[in-house]
Every structure is written in C-alpha cells, then in structure tokens.
C-alpha cells in the first residue's frame, strides 16, 4: 500500500511517499481502507520532535474514514463494506475522569491514517454519519473529540452563556465555535486575521477582537461584557487575558500551548474571582459517541479548507505551519 512513512525527526524531507506492506487485523481489530484522512498540529509536531513518547519509523495521522476491508478474529459487530470513521483515542482506561497509562493517540506509537490502509481494534470504529461528505467524516475525529470533551464534559457549558475562543481558524476551534453556537451560546472568537473573525461570524459567532491590535484584551472584555468561560487553546501571554476578562466565578477550560507556557501567571486574580482552571484532552469512547450523536442531530457540517492528495503530503505539512487555514486540512487516499 502507498503510505507517509517518517524515519527520523526534521524538516519536510523527513517525509516520504513509500511503498509498505498491508498490514493484517490481529483479534479483536478491523482493517479499513481510508477514503480521506485529515491533518492535525499533532503531526507537524511529532515530525519535529516535539511530542512525547514518539517512536520512529511510522505512518502519521490521527483522523480517517473509510471502508471495513476485513475483520480479525472475535470482531462481531462489523462487516466488510460497512462505512465507518475512526476514533483516534487508543487505550483510554476505565476511569471517564482522566486517561490511563496505556492511552496513546493513532498516528504515534501506532500507525496512522496517512495510509491507504490502517488496522485498529474495532473499540475504536463507529459508524460514519450518513449526511458527512467522506472528507468532512475523516475531518471530524480528533478535534471533534476534543472540543465536545471541553465543552460539555468539563466545561459544563450552558445555552445562553458567553464563551471565548482565542485564536479561531484552527480545526479545533471551529468545531468548538460550531458545537457551542448549537448549543445556544454566544460565542466571540479572537484571531490575528480579520477575515478569519468574519468567517467565524459567518458560523454564529456574535463577534470578535484581532489579537494583533492595541489593548485587545480590554476590546474584547467590553466587547463581551465579560466571559462565563473560555477555551484555552493557545496558552502563552492570552492565559492571563482570559483570567482578566473572565467574570467572577466562571472556568477557563485549557488543552493546548501554541505559544508555549505562561511563566507570569498573575495567581491572586485566579483566586479573587473564584476561577475554575480545568485542564482536558481528547475524550472517552463513550464522549466520541456521544459527539457524534450531537453532531448528527443538528447535522453540523465540519468546516473543510483544503483537500491534498496524499502524495502531496509536504505541500500539507507546509500549509499548516503557514497557519492561514480556516478549518481543516484532509488528504485524499489514493484508491488504487
């Protein structure tokens, strides 16, 4: 089968186009093969060397769709031909509170998506929604996984509550503005791009503040009137804007470091306002289930920015580091 195959950390050399075996489904796992897959942060990350417990050689990539080409031995509850979408969470553990110390996330250690082919234990496949596109099924898993986790799990969100999203454009957080907008929230996004605020709009946001402009974080306190909780996604310097325009009482729900650690945390207004810092990331099997249902009951559609073809895969890597996508970026599998 064709695959993205990484040997060694680097730059987008690091990433080659190969031919590699299909693998066989051991007991217990399916082998599907993939229509679409999609891209994540996570992948330009582990190809740098910057995610933990990495193991090189393998084949990236978290989101998939596709087919069920086999089945291995003990898999009762899904047949060949059915269409199906992966849940890229392995291993969770049985407590719903937190993951346990065999939880790892397809695409490294175990290979990915970035495949024609992937094997994976069949706890881990559902059915497709019938209304997704194959592109915007394989968009879904990962970032849908993890903002319904912050948002309903541990954010304990509300309708009619004000939430904050910094840093709008990536796939996570459309799926997070979209779920909320759903859910009857009012929801103000911020973004060093106009247009990316305008595009958030355009899928219910009230409004939005460019970060890239002077005293930002006042613009968007009296913008907002103040948030119920916000969706930490960035962390650096916007941490400390999100406590100072976060009303007495309210939650900041954090799961990602773009802009790396904030050192100067101003702790005295954590405690002062009585804020809930919560931290989360990707979800349980039962959460995955339950997201879909959401998503198929008001038939949210994932926003998709751009298609690459999988041999295409440098182009895809440099495209998200440019960071101007509004959505997700998927790859078409080859078929043949």
Do not use: C
Request: proline residues 7%; without cysteine.
């Amino acid at each position: 089968m064709k695959a993205v195959m990484i040997r060694e950390t680097g730059g987008l050399e690091k990433l080659l186009f190969e031919e590699v075996p299909v693998p066989e489904p051991g007991p217990g796992e399916v082998l599907v093969k993939l229509k679409f897959a999609a891209m994540n942060r996570r992948d330009v990350f582990v190809r740098q060397g910057l995610y933990p417990g990495i193991k090189f050689p393998s084949i990236p990539g978290a989101d998939g769709a596709g087919v069920i080409e086999a089945a291995g031995e003990g898999v009762a509850d899904f047949r060949p031909g059915q269409e199906v979408i992966i849940n890229p969470a392995l291993n969770w553990g049985d407590n719903p509170r937190h993951s346990g110390k065999d939880f790892s996330i397809a695409g490294n250690p175990t290979d990915g998506t970035h495949a024609q082919y992937i094997t994976i234990s069949a706890d881990n496949i559902f059915p497709k929604p019938d209304y997704l596109s194959w592109e915007e099924a394989a968009a879904l898993p990962l970032g849908g996984l993890t903002g319904y986790r912050a948002l309903f799990t541990r954010g304990q969100i509300k309708s009619g509550e004000t939430l904050v999203i910094p840093g709008i454009g990536g796939g996570v957080a459309t799926f997070l503005l979209q779920m909320a907008v759903a859910e009857g929230l009012k929801v103000y996004v911020t973004s060093g791009d106009d247009q990316k605020i305008e595009d958030a709009k355009n899928l219910g946001a009230v409004d939005g503040v460019n970060y890239k402009s002077d005293d930002w974080g006042k613009k968007l306190k009296k913008m907002t009137g103040g948030a119920d909780i916000s969706i930490d996604t960035i962390g650096g310097e916007t941490f400390n804007v999100l406590t100072s325009i976060a009303k007495p009482g309210s939650r900041i729900v954090t799961f990602g470091a773009t802009r790396g650690p904030q050192a100067n945390v101003v702790i005295p207004v954590i405690f002062l306002k009585q804020l809930d810092i919560l931290g989360t990331t990707m979800g349980t099997p039962d959460e995955f289930r339950d997201m879909l249902k959401f998503y198929e009951k008001h038939e949210i559609r994932p926003v998709v920015n751009k298609v690459f073809p999988l041999e295409d895969i440098k182009k895809a890597h440099e495209y998200m580091e440019q960071g101007n996508q509004f959505g997700k970026i998927v790859l078409e599998i080859p078929q043949d």
